[in-house]
């Protein structure tokens, strides 16, 4: 699975961004599909996922009610509409993938995928 992210761009606090996350893949309806971030000097840190097998949708509570993740199966592509975007909220985005089904409480966590795509930056200015 090759993956492809793009969107990111600089806006001021309080105005919104959409990422776009492309796969390549016949099963991606299958695919557990999270976005990631991380800043400078900073760990990498979970955002959101979209399980769309099992149902489960999750956020990072920084984020919660601001960002909101969708997929759209039949163009192979994952979403992370971000409003009120905040200065705190300046990464780089990941988007990442996984094949084969894990609990939930698993998804929040980097070593769970598989496959990521190349970043994309999201830089929010004050």
């Known amino acids: 699975v090759q993956l492809q992210a793009s969107g990111g761009g600089l806006v001021q606090a309080g105005g919104s961004l959409r990422l776009s996350c492309a796969a390549s893949?016949?099963?991606?309806?299958?695919?557990?599909m999270a976005w990631f971030r991380q800043a400078p000097g900073k760990e990498r840190e979970f955002v959101a996922v979209?399980?769309?097998?099992?149902?489960?949708?999750l956020y990072a509570d920084s984020v919660r009610g601001r960002f909101t993740i969708s997929r759209d199966n039949a163009k192979n592509t994952v979403y992370l509409q971000m409003n009120s975007l905040k200065p705190e909220d300046t990464a780089l985005y990941y988007c990442a993938a996984r094949a084969n089904r894990i609990v939930v409480s698993a998804m929040r966590r980097v070593d769970s995928y598989d496959y990521w795509g190349q970043g994309t930056q999201v830089t929010v200015s004050s």
């Open positions: 979209n399980d769309w097998s099992g149902g489960n949708t």
């Open positions: 893949g016949r099963t991606f309806s299958r695919y557990l």
